[in-house]
């Protein structure tokens, strides 16, 4: 065969351009969180992810390395030893992820209110969340225990605690949304609308809340996604769905950045805690992958803001980013 000289990129310039590019008429909603110097924005974007081609991305995904507010019981050695020596303080576990892994923000994860387990009381686990919020300067989100009248109890004592110290709050539900909502308002903190994996119940939540008087500005869409193997192209046909509908039907009410909680959902699937063997392979590198791939569907998908636990998973996830958005 003659040897073709043309370059890839010189014959795709032959291609006009109407047959691949797709003209979008909204745009996300920009969010920020944290405090003073030390804010981040999220969304903006113009077009589906990283299409450059066209439409911008103006800002880098987001990533939040999950802390606990108590010890857990049932992470595989894979993940727990890197934080062996911090699980029983949360200050010290948040500093640790900030000063050796480079956490850009830090999701503090209130399981020990579970009525179900630890049922630690609202004003106890507040007052854990509020040092650690006092502790550091990177954006924070505060993340309930998903017992919806607990979560509203427990961010209601945090929110009186923390003084003009804005966190997002997370999750708000149809259960709660109406005083998690009017809290969130009356101290100005950004907050997470979450729905189960669906696009109607998305923008209903949203409608609620705008109904509510909450700015969709001050608003995350946690779609409630699954892990790699576990529902992550159902996970991510709504997110998909949803974006669509922001940018291309110009629905102002799904013009919401995204936050997918990734990181508690891969590492309690049973692939991440059989041990190593010759057919699968070595237990820290799968768990690693798995978060890793999970993060990138989503953010393939459309995800701003990340919710990750293993170190090496996220310094994987960083460098996609960074490799794609320079």
Known sequence: MALEKTTLAERAGKVDEKS????????IRETVLGNGDHTITVGGSASMPFHLFEGKQPRKA????????????????????HFTDVMDNPVAWARKCIKEYGAEAINISLVSTDPNGMNRS?????????????????????WGCGNADKDTETLRELTA??????????????????SLGATAMAFQHPMVAS??????????????????????????????????????E????VMERIRLAALTQKDEKLQV???????????KAKECRLPSDEMLGDAETRGVLMEALTASAMLMAGGEVLIMRHPRAI???????????G
């Open 234 to 237: 159902y996970s991510y046909s």
């Open 161 to 178: 605690a923390i003084g003009d110290r804005k966190v997002c709050l997370a999750p708000l539900e149809d259960k709660n949304y109406r």
């Open 122 to 142: 609202a004003a106890d686990a507040a007052k854990i969340a509020a040092q650690v919020i006092e502790a550091v300067e990177v954006p924070i989100i505060v």
């Open 257 to 267: 950045p995204f936050i997918c909680n990734l990181g508690r959902e891969v590492w």
């Open 195 to 232: 729905s189960p994996i669906d696009v109607n119940l998305a923008k209903q939540l949203n409608i609620l809340l705008e109904n509510l008087g909450v700015p969709l500005n001050s608003v995350l869409i946690d779609p409630s996604i699954g892990a790699l193997g576990y529902g992550i």
């Open 315 to 325: 310094a994987l996830t960083r460098a996609m980013i960074n490799g794609l958005l």
């Open 62 to 81: 987001l990533i939040a390395m999950d802390v606990l507010d108590a010890r857990p019981e049932d992470w595989p050695e894979t993940l727990a030893r």
């Open 20 to 27: 691949y590019k797709e003209k979008y008429s909204g745009v």
